[in-house]
């Protein structure tokens, strides 16, 4: 039955791919490798190539970096830098363009683009790693130390192979939204793959040229999953037990306490204060009258849309990400990778190949809601992905094996040992779907309902035209919107050890 769910999600998620497929080779295998073959596809893949490598290298650098000052030192307020490097989840990448276009005249390019995604996207890698840092066992690095290792060598032996598995799903995921980002670049003025798809696709009207560079995206993303799926190995990271019931010990910073407060309180000023100053400003000026501007309408469409595709999404994640988990056999692998791949093509590209089938096959179904959540379903399943993923492999499978042999059923073993210990993750997972939902752009203006408009749309809406003043209540309420589940996503992965 898991294999039967997990492959028909999958089929799902290759629809999109199926079309854009068909209609890039529909003139011929040559024309396509023409348009290809042009100096600006070259522009394009150096563009978003340096992107994905600046922004994940920055990315690991302050994820990991803060997550071990924060768990694994003494640095004051521990609680509060674990609040505030979480939190930047709660401001879009767009909304942070914004913040930065509007304070720093002439913000734009690579240097720019670098700095917006990494402030959005570490928290990815912040999380994850933090988490596993707190929890772990410290006895496996004082067994190290006893066998002679030093601080060094135990931390790139032991402490890197124990937060490996988190930092490498954390920067697959900052790949692939890099992959499909499109609101951020497009205010920075920095073409990529992604960018230059939706101007074939609304200034040209060349859907098949736009099609032709989703394939090259792919490939990329293709590239991506593979070297992950090769960091990460066939290691088993699950095990009996909880270990050493003890907090893992706190390094004395020392002299080196200003400089950690300094560079803590220096990413959270850039991270949460830029994008904080420049919408408080926008919102406070007194020339500016908001009494037109009705929020109702466009939260409750993205609540109701953010809720819905966050559980369709969780549902769809559990088969494969359960089979990926305990199997390891190639077709889970193959399953997994297929809803990635999918989810790296951009929303516009997503909408399009939908809006086709919907009008070729099921008409009626055509700018209706379920199409709508089909397609953040498909763009977002990562997100839930590897978080499920992460939550199923940390559960023991011998503790399900001992409450079979007890004479519990399948059922009441799942809702009895395996749901509570896999809970926290799956909610996070939830959690990240809805954040994404929230904030995407593309696909919810091609394919949303007629009237219907959520929060990132009206945002697009008053600030592609500049008028920062009326783009700030919406970026406001986004902010607002986002802030509890990035609490929960810091509830779900903060687990303290039992005493």
Not at 7 to 22: D, G, I, Q, R, T
Not at 337 to 366: H, N, Q, W
Not at 437 to 447: K, W
Request: proline share 6%.
């Amino acid at each position: 039955m898991l294999r039967g769910a997990a492959v028909l999600v999958a089929a799902l998620c290759l629809l999109p791919l199926v079309v854009v497929a068909a209609k890039a080779l529909e003139s011929g295998p040559a024309e396509a490798a023409e348009l290809l073959w042009r100096p600006r596809v070259g522009e394009l893949l150096r563009n978003t190539v340096a992107l994905v490598v600046l922004t994940g290298t920055l990315s690991a650098v302050l994820g990991v970096g803060a997550a071990w000052l924060v768990e694994r030192t003494a640095l004051p307020g521990a609680g509060f830098w674990r609040v505030a490097f979480v939190a930047p989840l709660a401001v879009p990448a767009f909304v942070n363009s914004f913040a930065w276009s509007a304070l720093v005249p002439g913000f734009e390019g690579l240097g720019g683009a670098v700095i917006v995604t990494t402030l959005s996207y570490f928290p990815f890698v912040f999380l994850p790693v933090a988490a596993l840092l707190r929890s772990t066992d410290p006895g496996l690095e004082e067994a190290a130390r006893s066998l002679g290792l030093g601080p060094w060598r135990t931390a790139a032996r032991v402490g890197t192979a124990q937060v490996r598995p988190a930092l490498l799903g954390g920067l697959l995921l900052v790949a692939l939204h890099l992959l499909a980002e499109f609101g951020a670049l497009e205010m920075l003025r920095f073409p990529t793959f992604t960018t230059a798809i939706l101007d074939q696709y609304e200034v040209a009207f060349d859907s098949r040229s736009g099609s032709v560079l989703a394939l090259a995206l792919m490939v990329l993303a293709v590239t991506v999953l593979t070297l992950e799926m090769l960091a990460r190995g066939r290691t088993r990271h699950a095990r009996v037990g909880g270990g050493a019931a003890r907090r893992p010990p706190r390094a004395r910073l020392g002299r080196g306490l200003p400089l950690a407060l300094a560079s803590v309180t220096a990413l959270a000023v850039l991270a949460l204060g830029v994008p904080a100053w420049s919408i408080g400003t926008w919102l406070t000026r007194t020339d500016q009258a908001y009494e037109s501007i009705d929020l109702g309408p466009a939260v409750g469409s993205t609540v109701v849309l953010g809720l819905a595709a966050a559980l369709v999404t969780t549902l769809a994640t559990f088969p494969a990400a359960w089979l990926v988990a305990r199997s390891r056999s190639r077709l889970a692998v193959v399953l997994e990778r297929v809803t990635y791949l999918a989810s790296s093509l951009p929303g516009v590209v997503v909408a399009l190949a939908l809006i086709a089938l919907a009008i070729g096959f099921v008409r009626p179904l055509y700018q209706t809601a379920p199409v709508l959540v089909l397609a953040y379903v498909i763009l977002f399943i990562p997100r839930a992905m590897v978080t499920t993923r992460a939550a199923i492999a940390a559960v023991p499978p011998e503790l399900s094996d001992a409450a079979r042999a007890l004479g519990d059923g399948p059922a009441r073993t799942f809702l009895r040992v395996q749901l509570p210990l896999m809970l926290r993750g799956t909610l996070a997972g939830a959690a990240l779907v809805f954040i994404a939902v929230s904030t995407e752009l593309t696909a919810t203006l091609l394919l949303a309902p007629t009237g219907t408009e959520t929060l990132a749309t009206a945002f697009w809406s008053a600030s592609s035209s500049l008028d920062y003043a009326a783009a700030a209540p919406y970026a406001a309420a986004l902010v607002v919107l986002s802030a509890p589940l990035t609490w929960l996503l810091l509830r779900s992965s903060h687990e303290e050890p039992s005493r």
